[in-house]
């Protein structure tokens, strides 16, 4: 069942997660993403620190969900990295594949781990939204099977399958516990496990406080409101739904360089942004009406 609160979440994450990649790349000129990753969790962890003993009670900490959280975390670190790894070069990069496979990977996943399975009229809105997020891509159909031989390519494919295992694995760790339990174990995993990385690469801590703080603070809240946005959207739905639905960050990102389109570009786009705006509609009702 669809309610209000739902609805506001599900925006929050499709706003904070293009607001925190934008922050996140722009940063990364200056000091490494690994670096960025780093500080951005501790702040997080540092703000969520005095909630530990509401949230986290010593007999919900069970093996089984301490397992799922080392899982989760390793999946979103080693996601990040190789996300980051296949977009050094922005002009291979142009011709990977968009973020809109992982709902179709993440459809294989919540099948095996969880037992979800979208019914058929369902899978109406799930393509609908697929075929708009490729076709507001800048690069739509640029795409092709040759190109899974470039390491890049298949950096970003490896990355959608770590991105979308995590939000299976995150999804069981909140049947498990809460969506507060869950969030906060995150932040403190993925802390813990971004520090190994910079230890293991041997990256300094270092970075001009007067400079970088700010940013790296913005960057700690879009991850927060988007991580805890996603967090309550699975609580309420199955994965794919969700997942399907979060493509629609690629609308705000799409038209946030709305200067620089051309004529031909905006019409495309706006068909592309109509296409998802109506797969949402569909999934959203047949929540609401049929809850399936």
Not at 196 to 218: E, G, W
Request: net charge positive; with cysteine.
């Amino acid at each position: 069942m669809i309610n209000f609160s739902i609805v506001l979440f599900l925006i929050a994450r499709i706003i904070a997660n293009p607001l925190g990649q934008f922050f996140s790349k722009k940063l990364s000129k200056e000091i490494p993403c690994s670096v960025i990753c780093f500080y951005s969790y501790l702040l997080l962890s540092l703000s969520y620190f005095p909630f530990i003993k509401k949230y986290i009670q010593p007999e919900t900490i069970t093996p089984d969900l301490i397992t799922l959280v080392i899982i989760a975390g390793v999946l979103s670190i080693l996601g990040t990295l190789f996300f980051i790894k296949s977009e050094e070069d922005e002009k291979i990069s142009a011709i990977t594949p968009d973020n809109s496979f992982i709902s179709i990977v993440g459809l294989f996943f919540a099948y095996i781990l969880l037992n979800e399975l979208p019914s058929i009229i369902a899978m109406l809105g799930i393509l609908l939204i697929f075929t708009g997020s490729k076709i507001i891509s800048d690069n739509p159909f640029h795409f092709s099977f040759p190109e899974l031989k470039r390491k890049e390519v298949q950096y970003k494919l490896i990355s959608f399958l770590f991105a979308a295992a995590q939000v299976v694995v995150l999804k069981k760790i909140i049947i498990y516990s809460s969506i507060e339990t869950c969030f906060i174990l995150w932040c403190f995993i993925c802390c813990i496990l971004s520090f190994l990385v910079l230890f293991v690469s041997k990256r300094t801590l270092k970075f001009d406080y007067r400079i970088h703080l700010m940013p790296l603070m913005i960057i700690a809240i879009c991850i927060g409101f988007m991580q805890y946005a996603a967090n309550y959207v699975l609580n309420n739905m199955n994965v794919v739904y969700a997942l399907s639905l979060f493509q629609l960050s690629s609308i705000f990102t799409s038209f946030a360089g709305f200067k620089s389109f051309n004529k031909k570009e905006i019409i495309r786009k706006t068909i592309a942004a109509c296409i998802m705006v109506c797969g949402s509609i569909f999934i959203v009702y047949l929540l609401t009406v049929y809850m399936i």
